[in-house]
Structure formats: structure tokens, C-alpha cells
């Protein structure tokens, strides 16, 4: 299995981007995914995470009612919409598969926001 995220970019503070985990060489089907990002300077956290049926989603405090996680397992890809962006959403972003220690990791995409 390979993860493979984009939708990555630079925008301004009160913008949008969908980012996008794809699976090559298997299904998403098993377990959830989640995505993880990791500014500068800080530890990787947990940002969003759904269920492998969708019926559950979990999203960390600080993007609560700006982000949506989705999943489409007939295209093995996991969405992560974010709107309202903040500066402090800079970071990569990691989406996970899996369950650790053999859960699977993407390269991971880059989302700036800045004015």
C-alpha cells in the first residue's frame, strides 16, 4: 500500500483547500485514516480522523467547524476540506492508515497560509 496526498499549496488567511489521500496498491477499507500535520518546530498531531465506514469522525479542537474529513473507498481516497484557514494551519500534512506500529504514512503536502 501507498498513500499519496495533494491538494497542498500557499493561500491567504480566510482561505480554502481540499486535500486529498490517495491508496495505490490496496483498499482503505480496513481501518480509518487520519491526517496528521506537523508545523516547524512541533510535534506531529492528530488532526482529523474517520471511521472506516464514515459513520464516525473525530477533529482536534483548533479546526472544529472549519475542516471536513470524507472518504470515498471506491476511489480509495480520504478528503480532508479546509476552510477558513488560519496562519497557525501552516504545516505539512500527513494522512495514516492503519494501525500504528504498521500503520502506513503519505510524503505528506504543504499547506502555507499567509498574507
Known amino acids: 500500500l501507498q498513500l499519496v496526498e495533494s491538494g497542498g499549496g500557499s493561500v491567504q488567511p480566510g482561505g480554502s483547500l481540499t486535500l486529498s489521500c490517495g491508496a495505490s496498491?490496496?483498499?482503505?477499507?480496513?481501518?480509518?485514516v487520519s491526517w496528521f500535520r506537523q508545523a516547524p518546530g512541533k510535534d506531529r498531531e492528530q488532526v482529523s480522523c474517520?471511521?472506516?465506514?464514515?459513520?464516525?469522525?473525530f477533529y482536534v479542537d483548533s479546526v472544529k467547524g472549519r475542516f471536513t474529513i470524507s472518504r470515498d473507498n471506491a476511489k480509495k481516497t480520504v478528503y480532508l476540506q479546509m476552510n477558513s484557514l488560519k496562519p497557525e494551519d501552516t504545516a505539512v500534512y500527513y494522512c495514516?492508515?492503519?494501525?500504528?506500529?504498521?500503520?502506513?504514512w503519505g510524503q505528506g503536502t504543504q499547506v502555507t497560509v499567509s498574507s
Open positions: 495514516n492508515y492503519g494501525i500504528s506500529p504498521n500503520a502506513f
Open positions: 474517520v471511521s472506516k465506514t464514515a459513520e464516525n469522525t
Open positions: 496498491g490496496n483498499t482503505l477499507d480496513d481501518y480509518a
